[in-house]
């Protein structure tokens, strides 16, 4: 099977491959290949396969154990007569052919023989008579030899002579060079050929040196002084700005090369360039700062040593221009000004650090552009805050002289428009530090926005702690205190701690939100810094702290009030003997007082609180409505009680109290003028009640108290909406007055009335006479 | 009147009433001892025991006092022994009583009075027993002067030994008795608070511009004491270092009336007010404390209210520790209820 595919190919090689195989087997090159394939060839033959056997024979007939009995044998057996005549015609074109191959070889072969023949006659021919013409060279070149030692011989003294002669015309030539080189040097000096005229002297100076002293004194003086001209002209050059640098550069080479003292010039020049850029500090507009590079530039070509120097004097002029800048920040410049330096310097120090880059400018101003903006950032919260503090101190202190109607309005208003003002101008201010493109800011943008993030968070607390020592609840801050010294904590205006109070809600309600909102718009991202706490600002802490301090502004401020009134309450019940009261003639005067101190605190309230929102009304009316039921019942009951012994007056009360809905005095504070003013009233009638309880009186002061009582319950009802609680509360006193009086019987209702009637004319007259 | 609150309801007071007193010497249960506050009504003194099944408050006695009660202390080493302060129409008087032998029954009977305590020419303000136990002081205070008295119980006697002038002061208050100390009180005047060395009788550093209403010693720990003040609400301080308070607690929504240590748990306080709540606060004060708190911290702290008892009907005058058991106390509100209240919820949140 694999020869009926593979047959073609073979054949188609066949007579290359046989060709070849003849040419080795008779050059015999590989003979144990032959062998093999000889070896191989019977053994393929002895096995009698019928595809096998066209192949064997063309195989081993060009083996040398060519068998050709075999071969005919196989073949006239193998094959049919027609397949013997086409290959007997085969066989025949195959060995005429070989026979012309060999033919071919044999005549190539005998061609070259011949002409290898005629080469070696012709060789013979040539050789004879070589030899005579060699003795006949050699006894040429031996009278050569001969006359050209005895010429050698015989011009040997005068060449000695002329070497002589030679080295003198040298050293003739030299001293002529030296005794013109004073004239050689003031021409090089006059063509300003200095570099010439440095090598001149140099190369002279080994001789000035050796025969300086006798011979030649003259010549070398001369060429001295040439050369001290010289290197005046090349000082004088090295110090104009205006020439080259390139020349310059020269010229202190040329220096050096004459040993002239080069440290000097340089310390000189650097102290030249120390002052001018001590000027450029002082008058900044003198100079600037592409000067100053080239300048560093060009003594850096020229002293390549002294850039430690250069570097120090950089770095010098550079952190003396930060502090100005720093200085600047405490007189509280604008961003947009501080940005303006900033980036001026910035560009400033790019620009020396292509110079010198190993000063390292640009990190060092980084740093302290970092640090000047951190500060820029604080001390602008501390102004503010400095500022508010300042608006709510001013408006604290004016309004004790004289209490305009509205004024407390504006204080109020000013001091809220100072803090929401301050914080967006702030913003704003602070927006330009972020909005820069300069290459600076935006490395340092995560950075300024942490920091300004953490500054509101700063800010707001330690405003709230400021606001603690205004108001002076907080005494534990000594070392703000200082500021405030401890009299004016002492008596610290009831007003400003209100104030407070509503600013604590405005700042929580108003400004916090709106900060929040413009940071998270326009101050988002940051966080270059990890905070293990959280991020740097976190309104809802700062709106709990505001909350919290709101309220205890507006419970001190209660207090405060409620603690003045207290005072006066206390004087007027511990003063008088009760027990001993005459009969009451008129309203007594505590009332007065206390209405005064009432209006008082109606009109700061409804200044800076919060008008009117009737919601509570409602869940008061229920307290209301029952309490004016019970009215006329109760006042019955008091009227009835003069024949009543008291101790069933104490039980009726209690059984009226049991009827009657509990009465919350003590009601949650809010910011609203209601609020606060009702709940300032209800504790001081509530401290009435109190300091009835602890007297004993007499029917007199019975009386007087229910007198007084009266009057107030008219006088009240035009403070507060909520006047159930109030003429609760104002029962209550009546009450305790009753329990504590060893003679309880009321006024009659003709002579109260009377009374009343007489102190309200007295009142509308006094008020007639101060319009 | 029933209140919806865990507490136990004594009404047997008829009259309104202004002081309660834990009954110290009673070793063998709860007691106290409540006197009424009537200006025209006989005045009784209940001795109110709380039954040995803890469940109700029983009147173990009910005496008539000739007088209203302003103050009242029991013996703290004689359990049949106590002080009242009174007044009878405008004037004052003070005198130590014994509870008669045949106490418990349930007819009220007459008080013995073993001494007064005269030459009192002001107000009289309060009188002091030593805290802790036996001693044979006694210390009575008026509007203008402080007595020393030395009693003797038995003999029904007392004598005044020494006697200190308020002089410059403004009118004084009343006082609290140091249980370390023997020779020292902490009177209070209008605007002041003043220590008094009893050997000398002279006043020694103070508390300035603070409107004091009462003051109270912590019974462990030495030189800490507890103010109740009309501006501040309560506050803790140290003797040694009075210029800033240890401790400031807001107090009550109208005055501060009262405050009491409690004699086993020295972090409780109790303190009731005007405004008809009693509080009970949680207050670590440590008495080798450096110093007042750095100022950041107190937002740190805890709430110091534990509770608040609302659930009265008028101001409350008195509160009493039941030195029996110390998470018992009891208070009386204005209106003659004596309600007993256990502060054992709160005393194992600590």
Redesign the interface.
């Known amino acids: 099977m694999a020869t009926a595919s593979g047959a073609p190919q073979p054949a188609m090689d066949e007579k290359a491959r046989r060709t070849r195989d003849l040419l080795a087997s008779f050059y015999n090159t590989d003979p144990s290949a032959a062998a093999a394939a000889g070896a191989a060839a019977p053994a393929s033959l002895a096995r009698p396969s019928p595809t096998a056997a066209p192949a064997s024979p063309l195989d081993s007939i060009n083996s040398t154990s060519f068998d050709p009995e075999i071969y005919m044998n196989v073949l006239v057996q193998q094959s049919n007569l027609e397949g013997l005549l086409q290959r007997h015609v085969k066989m025949a074109a195959e060995i005429k052919n070989l026979d012309t191959d060999l033919q071919m070889l044999v005549y190539e072969n005998y061609n070259k023989f011949i002409s290898a023949t005629d080469t070696i006659k012709r060789m013979k021919t040539n050789i004879v008579g070589m030899e005579a013409n060699m003795e006949q060279l050699l006894s040429k070149i031996t009278s050569v030899q001969s006359k050209s030692d005895t010429v050698n011989t015989s011009l040997f003294d005068k060449r000695e002579n002329i070497e002589k002669l030679h080295r003198t015309r040298n050293l003739l030539r030299k001293v002529q060079f030296i005794y013109d080189l004073p004239s050689r040097l003031n021409k090089c000096i006059k063509t300003e050929a200095y570099a010439d005229a440095v090598k001149f002297f140099t190369g002279a100076k080994p001789i000035f040196e050796a025969y300086g002293d006798t011979s030649f004194q003259d010549c070398k003086k001369a060429s001295e002084e040439a050369m001290d001209l010289v290197i005046q002209h090349l000082q004088a050059k090295l110090y104009s700005d205006s020439e080259p640098i390139e020349a310059r550069a020269e010229a202190v080479v040329l220096l050096k090369q004459l040993n002239f003292p080069v440290d000097n010039l340089k310390s000189n020049l650097l102290e030249k360039l120390e002052d001018c850029l001590l000027n450029l500090q002082n008058e900044p507009t003198q100079a600037s700062i592409g000067d100053i590079s080239k300048t560093f530039r060009a003594y850096l070509i020229i002293f390549p040593d002294s850039e430690r120097r250069l570097i120090e004097l950089a770095q010098a002029l550079f952190s003396n221009r930060y502090e100005t800048v720093r200085e600047n920040l405490k007189k509280r410049i604008s961003s947009t000004d501080l940005l303006a330096m900033l980036r001026s310097l910035w560009e400033d120090a790019t620009a020396i650090d292509e110079v010198i880059p190993e000063a390292a400018l640009p990190a060092f101003s980084l740093e302290t552009t970092r640090d000047i903006i951190r500060q820029h950032i604080a001390t602008a919260f501390l102004h503010l805050q400095s500022e508010i503090s300042d608006a709510l101190v001013r408006t604290n202190s004016r309004p004790n002289e004289k209490l305009d109607e509205s004024q407390l309005q504006t204080a109020m208003d000013t001091s809220k428009i100072k803090v929401s003002q301050g914080c967006i101008d702030l913003l704003q201010e602070f927006h330009h530090l972020i909005d820069g493109n300069t290459e600076l800011l935006v490395k340092l943008r995560d950075l300024i926005i942490d920091w300004i993030q953490e500054g509101f968070q700063d800010f707001f607390q330690k405003l709230d702690g400021h606001f603690h020592v205004l108001s002076g609840r907080s005494k534990s801050f000594p070392q703000e205190s200082s500021a405030l010294d401890s009299v004016q904590i002492d008596k610290v205006p009831t007003v400003l701690v209100l104030i407070l109070a509503q600013l604590c809600v405005y700042i929580e309600q108003t400004t916090i939100p709106k900060v929040t909102e413009e940071l998270a718009s326009s101050f988002s991202g940051g966080g270059a810094r990890s905070y293990e706490y959280g991020p740097p600002f976190v309104p809802g802490e700062i709106c709990r702290l505001y909350r919290s301090s709101g309220e205890k502004f507006l419970h001190h401020y209660i207090n405060m009030k409620t603690q003045k009134i207290s005072k006066l309450l206390n004087k007027r019940f511990t003063t008088p003997v009760w027990i001993k009261h005459k009969e009451p003639r008129e309203v007594n005067m505590f009332v007065d007082l206390l209405l005064l101190e009432f209006n008082g605190v109606v009109s700061e309230v409804k200044q800076i609180l919060p008008g009117l929102i009737r919601r509570h009304r409602h869940s008061d009316s229920t307290g209301s409505t029952t309490s004016s039921r019970s009215n006329p019942m109760r006042e019955d009951m008091l009227n009835r009680s003069n024949t009543h012994r008291a101790r069933s007056q104490f039980l009726e009360n209690h059984l009226a109290k049991l009827f009657e809905q509990k009465m919350e005095i003590f009601t949650k504070v809010e910011y609203t003028q209601e609020s606060v003013i009702s709940t300032v009233l209800k504790l001081c009638l509530k401290s009435l009640q109190e300091f009835v309880r602890l007297q004993t009186f007499n029917r007199s002061g019975f009386q007087q108290i229910q007198l007084d009582m009266e009057f107030l319950k008219s006088s009240l009802k035009e403070f507060v909406d909520d006047e159930a609680a109030i003429s609760f509360l104002l029962k209550e006193v009546n009450n305790a007055a009753h329990e504590r009086c060893l003679d309880p019987i009321p006024l009659e209702p003709p002579i109260l009335d009377k009374l009343i009637n007489a102190k309200l004319t007295k009142i509308k007259e006094q008020n007639q006479n101060m319009q | 009147?029933q209140g919806g609150s865990s507490g136990i309801v004594y009404g047997g007071l008829k009259?309104?009433a202004r002081c309660i007193s834990d009954v110290r010497a009673d070793a063998g249960s709860t007691t106290f001892l409540a006197g009424t506050l009537s200006?025209?009504?006989e005045n009784e003194v209940h001795l109110i025991r709380l039954s040995p099944a803890e469940s109700e408050l029983v009147c173990d006695g009910l005496f008539y006092h000739p007088n209203e009660i302003w103050d009242l202390k029991s013996c703290p080493f004689d359990h049949r022994v106590f002080s009242t302060v009174y007044?009878s129409?405008?004037g004052y008087g003070a005198a130590v009583w014994k509870i008669p032998e045949q106490s418990g029954q349930s007819n009220s009977s007459q008080l013995e009075q073993l001494f007064e305590l005269g030459g009192h020419t002001g107000k009289i303000r309060r009188v002091l027993w030593w805290p802790l136990g036996k001693h044979d002081k006694l210390i009575s205070i008026d509007d203008r002067n402080i007595f020393l008295w030395n009693i003797d119980t038995s003999n029904k006697s007392a004598k005044l030994i020494s006697q200190g002038s308020a002089d410059m002061l403004p009118?004084l208050r009343g006082g609290a008795w140091d249980p370390h100390n023997h020779n020292s009180i902490a009177a209070i005047s209008?605007s002041s608070l003043h220590l008094w060395d009893l050997r000398s009788m002279d006043k020694s550093i103070a508390i300035e511009?603070a409107?004091i209403r009462d003051v109270d010693y912590n019974p462990k720990k030495q030189n800490i004491i507890a103010t109740a003040e009309?501006?501040f609400g309560i506050r803790l301080w140290d003797l040694r270092r009075l210029k800033?308070p240890l401790k400031d607690l807001p107090g009550h929504?109208?005055?501060t009336w009262t405050v009491r240590h409690n004699p086993e748990y020295d972090e409780l306080l109790l303190s009731a007010g005007?405004?008809s709540t009693v509080n009970l606060w949680l207050v670590q004060v440590s008495s080798n404390d450096s110093g007042?708190?750095?100022?950041g911290s107190p937002k740190r702290q805890e709430e110091p209210l534990l509770n608040s008892y609302t659930d009265y009907?008028d101001?409350i005058y008195g509160i009493a520790w039941s030195s029996h058991d110390p998470s018992l106390f009891a208070s009386l509100s204005?209106?003659g209820r004596v309600v007993l209240e256990s502060v054992k919820p709160y005393l194992q949140r600590k």
Do not use: A, F, R, V
């Open positions: 009147m009259y309104q200006l025209k009504e007044t129409g405008d009118n209008d511009h409107h009309d501006e800033h929504s109208h005055w005007t405004d007042p708190d750095s100022p009907e101001s204005y209106d």
